[in-house]
């Protein structure tokens, strides 16, 4: 004990010696402190001193570097500090927060509210009323429900606050007799007396404050929360990095992070809360352009990452595309014809391409990267053509044999349901080099084949042909250029932002000799039966549509099933076909070839996917409930008619009780004909979470933007980080060394395969 009292003392004495090595490192001696203060067991005030001169000294100085080392605390530090150590924040409550993803002080900070309040003398549409509170009770109304009663002095008189739902916590707990409140909320009489009921209230003395609101678990307060915030930027806003680079905060005037996380979370004038709550203020639009800043500086030096990558320098020889078209029974379109230029630039340089081509349902994507396919054959290489599901796969198949007939150019199909002797001897020949064009589903070929020179890899109507995929073909050692298609069309905005680190081509124009499709709402099938009835008799198919839910499969089976039952009535059985998903492989393909071939009039089908097939001669689509599918499912969905010149027509058909945005989607449809149009509609309907259908898509989620809400900031960062890698594409020069840290930390995974030393 006394040794430690001298130890402590001359700890004291070296301090007052080394202000400057205090100051500079804190933390050496608050630990020297601790370490002798906890040895002895005593306190970390060090009781030991009693209420001596020294005692008040240790205090101040332990109170001192306790500030000292957390101002000297790191970033990483700071990220990792409990909310649990921030006052009125117990155990309990931290682990509400755990489950909404509040943990650390850095969780709180970026956790922004979603709207403010601010009582003040205008409490729109609501009541407010002043007044001292006096008593409290439970009572029980006539009809003996209990109901806590409170009553208010104000300067009119008495009014009564009236709670249907309390506790001996709230409010009796709160209300403080004497203390004069302020109370909002819906206005009523009860037992003679003015009443609010359910009010909120705040005590007059907090009347001007501005309360952000937070989304919360039910059990968390708004008030202690907000409370625990406060005490956060009191003791850690000082440690908030800024990521972005001065030079933007300057160019578009935005405040730092320190001064947007204190506007955000305590903003001080209630003249600029509409602002903070639409988030146009600058505060949030500092956080939304620096979270699209590296969206984009991450695809961008992605995209410019594969395309310094050594990949194939195919030949574009004029003789080829000769011999090209004189396989085709028809001459390109303009569109057609921009597209196939955009693709042969990309592979007659040495980078590797990624390119992905967007066009309509029918556009005619698909002999778009037939030919460039052609072009990679003709070069000595293989191509690979991966497609969805099994159907497509060889409905491409068909088409390419179509195509490639009479020329020496092989293709072998390579799909799971054939047998392991078949597989077997497919591979061998494409390993052998054999097989010029290998087509198939995703699984098989990626998983399966070995090519002996993969040169271009065709995938068919892939929302995302992502890391995995990428890292799968490179393992086995290929560096095959890439091209993707898409009957989905991408709005602009989501397409930077999803497909950023793509080429994107469009085709934005269809073959000619098409009639546009008549569309129409009905609530009645009869009226399809009779518009079923008059195209069949012209010799021309239809299709009905059922939605597959997986959770009611049974359901809609059911649903169609009857359908079915129901037109094989009417029509005949031998001209109407069920399709569905648990049908066998094979049952599902010689059903598609009756139809096809015209055998069967009528195909009902429950699943989407399956009918993404190309039948000139159909002329009417139906869907059933039409209102359960999304607008691009419809969209996909009415493409597969109007395949000709023959007026096709789809038939929307709805039960009578359809909700607002089922009806807002009917009507889109029957109003707009173009997928573009139709994407932008949808992504406003919807906006940009759900427009992919599933989180799995690959979207990256936004924590603080709105593609659709911000597009400007949008495009600015896309410009901006374009800019920044024009001048700097390895990211050296310091001035851009904060954006290739944040980069190399918030794209890891997804730039594993590029260098980002
Ligand atoms: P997508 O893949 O874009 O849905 P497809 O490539 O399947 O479209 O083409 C749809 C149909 O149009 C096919 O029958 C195809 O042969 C035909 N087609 C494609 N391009 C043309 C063209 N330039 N002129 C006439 N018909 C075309
Ligand atoms: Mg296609």
Redesign the pocket.
């Known amino acids: 004990m006394a040794n430690d009292r001298g130890r402590l003392l001359r700890l004291l004495a070296d301090i007052k010696d080394n202000t400057a090595d205090y100051f500079k490192n804190p933390r050496k001696y608050l630990d020297a402190l601790k370490d002798i203060t906890t040895r002895s067991g005593f306190d970390s005030a060090g009781f030991v001193f009693k209420d001596s001169y020294e005692r008040k000294e240790l205090e101040a100085i332990l109170a001192e570097l306790t500030l000292l080392t957390q101002a000297a605390a790191t970033t990483e530090e700071f990220k990792t500090v409990d909310i649990r150590s921030l006052p009125r924040i117990g155990k309990k409550m931290a682990e509400s927060l755990d489950k909404q993803g509040i943990r650390t002080v850095e969780d709180m900070f970026y956790h922004f509210p979603y709207r403010y309040e601010y009582i003040g003398e205008t409490l729109s549409g609501k009541k407010a009323l002043t007044g001292v509170f006096k008593t409290g009770g439970i009572m029980l109304t006539k009809n003996r429900k209990r109901l806590y009663k409170a009553v208010f002095q104000a300067d009119f008189g008495q009014f009564a606050a009236v709670w249907f739902h309390f506790s001996a916590k709230f409010p009796a707990g709160v209300l403080k007799e004497g203390e004069k409140y302020t109370l909002y909320g819906q206005s009523g009489t009860f037992g003679g007396l003015d009443s609010i009921v359910h009010p909120q209230f705040i005590k007059e003395s907090e009347m001007g404050e501005i309360m952000p609101v937070y989304t919360l678990p039910k059990t968390v307060a708004q008030k202690v929360y907000h409370a625990a915030v406060k005490a956060a930027l009191e003791r850690y806003l000082g440690l908030v990095p800024d990521y972005l680079p001065a030079r933007y905060e300057t160019r578009y005037k935005y405040p730092s992070a320190k001064e947007s996380l204190k506007l955000i979370h305590n903003p001080d004038t209630p003249y600029e809360l509409s602002a903070l709550s639409d988030r146009s203020h600058p505060a949030y639009q500092r956080f939304i352009y620096e979270e699209l800043f590296y969206l984009q500086m991450g695809l961008l030096y992605k995209k410019k990452a594969y395309t310094r990558q050594e990949g194939i320098r195919f030949d574009i020889k004029m003789e080829y595309l000769e011999w090209i078209k004189k396989l085709l029974p ?4 303009h569109a ?1 014809k921009k597209v196939m230029a955009e693709i042969f630039n990309d592979m007659s340089a040495t980078g590797q391409m990624n390119r992905l081509v967007q ?1 309509d ?7 778009v990267a037939f030919t460039a396919g052609l072009v990679a054959v003709k070069n000595g290489w293989q191509v690979a053509v991966i497609a969805p599901t099994e159907v497509l796969a060889r409905q491409h198949m068909a088409n390419l044999v179509k195509l490639i007939q009479g020329t020496d150019v092989t293709a072998a199909l390579l799909t799971g349901s054939m047998t392991n002797a078949e597989k077997k001897r497919t591979k061998e020949m494409i390993a052998a080099g054999h097989m010029d064009f290998v087509v198939g589903t995703h699984a098989v070929i990626q998983e399966n084949a070995d090519f002996m020179r993969l040169g271009l890899a065709i995938i068919d109507e892939q929302h995302r042909f992502g890391v995995e995929q990428r890292k799968t073909l490179i393992e086995k050692g290929y560096m095959p250029d890439i091209l993707l ?1 898409t ?1 989905t069309p991408i709005p602009r905005t989501l397409a930077l932002s999803f497909y950023g680190d793509l080429d994107i081509s469009i ?1 934005d124009e269809m ?2 000799g098409r009639t546009p499709i008549i569309t129409k709402h009905s609530n009645k099938i009869e009226d399809a039966h009779r518009l079923i009835a008059d195209e069949i008799a012209k010799g021309h198919g239809a299709y009905v549509i059922y939605p597959l839910i997986d959770t009611s499969e049974k359901l809609d089976l059911k649903a169609a099933t009857d359908e079915y039952e129901k037109l094989c009535e009417i029509f005949g059985e031998a001209n109407v076909g069920l399709l569905h998903g648990r049908m066998k492989h094979e049952q599902k393909q010689a059903l598609m070839d009756a139809f096809k071939a015209g055998n069967i009039k009528i195909l009902v089908s429950t699943t989407v996917v399956e009918v993404g097939v ?1 039948v ?1 001669q159909a002329t009417v689509m139906v869907i059933e409930n039409s209102e359960r599918f999304g607008l691009s499912q419809l969209h996909q969905l009415r493409g597969r008619v109007g ?1 000709s010149h023959r007026q096709s027509y789809c038939m929307l058909i709805t039960g009578k009780e359809v909700s607002e945005e089922g009806r807002e989607r009917i009507n889109a449809m029957c109003r707009h004909a173009d997928g573009f149009r139709l994407s932008e509609i949808d992504l406003e309907m919807r906006g940009p979470g759900d427009f992919f259908g599933t989180r799995q898509s690959g979207l990256p989620e936004f924590q603080f933007s709105n593609i659709v809400r911000d597009v400007k900031v949008l495009q600015a960062a896309r410009n901006d980080a374009a800019e920044v890698l024009a001048e700097d594409p390895s990211l050296s020069m310091p001035k851009n060394a904060v954006i290739k840290q944040v980069l190399a930390k918030k794209w890891k995974k997804e730039l594993e395969y590029i260098d980002i030393a």
Do not use: E, L, N
Request: aromatic fraction near 10%.
């Open positions: 028809f001459k390109f379109t057609q066009g349902v029918g556009s005619g994507k698909t002999i298609m009957a085709i073959p000619p190309d000139p395949r």
